[in-house]
């Protein structure tokens, strides 16, 4: 008799009269059915909780500003998920995230260090993640997979008289925030990013940089931030205006070099991605 498939060899039997293999019996069928079915499901959730695991990019979109949010999700060490948010616009990255769970579908985390969370519901074919980031106030935030796309950096062009890294203090009641420009010239034009040593925040955008003769306004629209301010005449300081929404302090940037004074004297939270709080200043 020829062997049956590995398959069907649990499960068929031979008849003593015929010699012939005859199926399982009904009972048997439905407790068989029953397991397929139990398998089916753990290997959904299994394949649910491992779809989601990736970089994802969303945005933020207010009256004031758009923001863009980055979303990494990684695989736990106990078979959960973990996650990490960038607050791409406002230099705040690698936000950790807590009690991050898929459960039926619908994606939930927390970012405890701004005191917000996410809900969504993950498409059927796992492309996007539409919900909501709450912080205050609830935001429509739907994210597609994938990183944002990546943007060549301009190409450098002649430096300018203001080129290099320039250093300011904003006294913010009584407490001091040290405030950083780097300044580079690209044949583009004129292009800055800021650094917030004491919020231990580097890299926020600085959307535009303009220049007319010794005036200087920097706009970093992610924190609904600018400055404006005059350069003197040795190209030394920059004495003018930093404002935040209603706010603004006086601010004297001065030329420094990258060294121990730029460097971080305690570590804080960072920027809270939260737009509604302009009245703050950062």
């Known amino acids: ?13 031979q008849d003593e009269a015929t ?20 398998l089916s499901a753990l290997v959904a959730g299994g394949l649910c909780a491992q779809d989601i695991v990736g970089d994802w990019h969303g945005t933020i979109k207010t009256p004031a500003t ?15 998920l973990k996650a990490t948010m960038d607050s791409v616009d406002q230099g705040a ?11 039926n579908g619908k994606l939930t985390f927390d970012v ?29 935030l739907e994210f597609q997979r994938g990183a944002f796309p990546a943007q060549a950096p301009p190409k450098p062009g002649k430096p300018s008289d203001i080129d290099g890294t320039w250093l300011g203090t904003l006294d913010v009641g009584g407490m001091k925030l040290r405030l950083v420009f780097h300044i580079v ?41 600018g400055f404006e301010g005059k350069i003197s005449a040795d190209l030394m300081t920059i004495d003018g205006t ?25 570590p804080r939270n960072p920027v809270k991605p939260d737009p509604s709080r302009e009245d703050e200043v950062a």
């Open 93 to 103: 990255n690698g936000l950790v995230a807590s009690s991050v769970k898929i459960e």
């Open 1 to 13: 008799m020829t062997k049956p498939l590995l398959g069907l060899a649990h499960r068929l039997h």
């Open 242 to 266: 930093f404002s935040q929404g209603p706010n603004s302090l006086p601010l004297v940037l001065k030329r420094t070099k990258e060294a121990a004074g730029l460097e971080l004297r305690r």
């Open 66 to 80: 758009d923001l863009r949010i980055a979303l990494h999700i990684t695989k736990g060490d106990n078979g959960g």
């Open 112 to 140: 405890d260090v701004v005191n917000g969370s996410y809900e969504g519901t993950v498409s059927k074919d796992g492309s996007s993640i539409a919900g909501a980031w709450s912080q205050g106030q609830a935001m429509p």
């Open 19 to 38: 010699g012939r293999l005859v199926g399982i019996e009904k009972g048997e069928q439905m407790k068989t059915g029953m397991m397929i079915g139990l």
């Open 185 to 225: 010239n690209t044949e583009a034009g004129l292009t800055a990013t800021s650094d917030s040593p004491d919020q231990n925040v580097k890299g926020i955008p600085v959307s535009s940089v303009t220049r007319d003769g010794s005036s200087l306004k920097l706009e970093m629209k992610g924190l609904a931030a």
